[in-house]
């Protein structure tokens, strides 16, 4: 099976339940997961439950997003018409006027605050748990804050402006749930985005001063929380809120300790292509689940893959993404060019699509990659005004792709930004560099919306929270615009 860790196996939190089934249960219903908590196996069988439903939501559709709506994604044709059409799960977010009343992400949202509230239900319990040794302990609750942190920053990108929105990024970020809520007593605010990003790096600042060299779950280290995948995640976020020393400190030790390698030029392509194996260069995968008999029951592919003329996803490269790679680049061959028939000005013709070769078969989630590492750190550089270090790291990546170095003299942010478009495509990154850089969206080739041109700064750069949120708490402010 494609870069799937063939001996993990995801397991429910007990029989055919997940955690989240029992945080909607009545109260009088609500043993079960006490009874579970009770015991260690229950406890990780729990936690074993999260990581699938973090596995489940980072391959949905959340992970097109950011490429979607930055322009490195296009669509296929449908089988049974040829015409091209905006998918309807995605329509009104791609017009960049999502609706607070049925947002395409309203599960997105949802599923965000189901995560947090079933590890905040394992960390409350945390009195009962002498089952576990401290050093287990320890363990147990890094990987839960850790992943307390991450949900609430990816809340924070896709519902909260630009952290440099407001100077001292006073304005609106998210609920920051740092307990168990209980639904008709618990009406939790918004904190500002700078007292939710002081949250999440306090949860990491935590989880990093517990870790242990112990490992909760069986399995591959690539697809938990660790110290080393904790400090990747660390560095992607404090970029976004403009740390760049923090984002260098984190990237550079990744870089300088995990011990792991960049897929070499001759490698990179095919390493994509292995069907036992992750990529050398992932630092944090989140595999796919596998049934009872060891088969992959789904997979971030079922968003790009291409099995026939018939059998094909919908979400494929723009010519505005495909069009940034010199022909001399490795990664121009990133793509699986097909032709399909396809009804233009009712006239049926072969055109090609390019369908990225990262998620093909039974691939498993990539969620961080040393090569993210080495252009945190370039970008972290440049804007500290380290030029010629920032210069190093961006040769190193663009040498990797057989693409000639830059010199000094180049706009060496602006060559960061388009080497992780070039480098980072179809992995979620786009529109959220975008923001950072205060950048327009500029949508060209494939482009089939209404609007496919938004300039910085606009309201509706982030998702409304649903309306399925707000009218359940009042204290829930609006995003405005929606």
């Known amino acids: 099976m494609k870069r799937v860790l063939k001996y993990l196996t995801y397991l429910s939190c007990i029989l055919f ?13 609500q043993i079960s997961i006490t009874e579970q908590l009770a015991y260690k196996e229950g406890v990780l069988t729990a936690l074993n439950g999260i990581y699938r439903d973090i596995e489940a939501l980072f391959s949905s559709r959340e992970v097109i997003y950011a490429d979607v709506q930055g322009g490195n994604i296009t669509f296929t044709p449908a089988t049974n018409d040829k015409l091209i059409e905006t998918p309807s ?14 947002s395409n992400y309203a ?9 947090i509230n079933q590890a905040n239900l394992i960390l409350s319990k945390f009195d009962n748990y002498s089952f576990f040794t401290k050093n287990e302990q320890n363990q147990l609750q890094a ?22 929105f407001t100077p001292d990024a006073s304005h609106l970020g998210v609920v920051y749930n740092t307990r168990t809520l209980t639904a008709g007593i618990d009406f939790p605010s ?15 600042n ?13 399995g591959p280290s690539i697809s938990y929380f660790n110290p080393t995948t904790t400090q990747a995640l660390y560095a992607r976020i404090a970029l976004q809120m403009n740390d760049w020393e923090q984002a260098f400190t984190y990237a550079n030790t990744v870089i300088t300790t995990s011990g792991i390698s960049l897929a070499t030029q001759e490698n990179y392509v095919t390493e994509w292509e292995l069907d036992e194996e992750p990529v050398s260069e992932i630092v944090l995968e989140f595999s796919a689940p596998r049934t009872s008999e060891g088969d992959v029951s789904s997979s971030i592919s079922g968003l790009f893959i291409y099995n026939s003329p018939t059998n094909y996803k919908s979400y494929v490269a723009s010519d505005d993404l495909l069009n940034l790679y010199d022909p001399n680049d490795i990664r121009a061959d990133m793509f ?13 013709l072969d055109l090609p699509y390019y369908f990225t070769k990262k998620f093909q078969g039974d691939a498993g989630t990539s969620f961080i990659r040393l090569s993210e590492m080495y252009l945190i750190r370039a970008e972290a550089n440049a804007r500290l005004s380290e030029l010629d270090n920032a210069l190093i790291d961006l040769n190193l990546i663009r040498e990797r792709s057989n693409l000639l170095p830059l010199d000094i003299n180049s706009d060496i942010l602006e060559n960061i930004f388009l080497e992780r478009r070039r480098e980072l495509a179809f992995e979620g990154h786009l529109l959220f560099d975008i923001i950072r850089y205060n950048k327009d969206v500029t949508r060209n080739l494939g482009c089939i919306a209404n609007t496919c041109y938004l300039s910085f700064p606009s309201n509706f750069f982030i998702l409304p929270i649903p309306d399925s949120s707000t009218e359940l708490n009042e204290n829930i402010q609006q995003n405005e615009g929606y």
Do not use: G
């Open 336 to 348: 699986l060019e097909v032709n399909l028939p396809t009804l233009s000005n009712s006239v049926e």
């Open 190 to 204: 918004r904190y500002t985005l700078k007292e939710t990003y002081d949250l999440i790096k306090s949860d990491l």
């Open 17 to 29: 339940f997940t955690c989240s089934d029992f945080l909607v249960q009545e109260p009088d219903e």
């Open 143 to 164: 990987e839960l804050l850790t992943i307390r942190a991450l949900m609430h920053y990816q809340a924070a990108i896709h519902y909260a402006q630009a952290y440099d």
């Open 89 to 102: 799960s995605i329509e009104n977010s791609y017009e960049f006027s999502d609706r607070k009343d049925e």
């Open 206 to 218: 935590t989880a990093l001063s517990l870790y242990t060299n112990l490992q909760a779950l069986a």
């Open 107 to 115: 599960n997105y949202y949802k599923e965000i605050y189901d995560i």
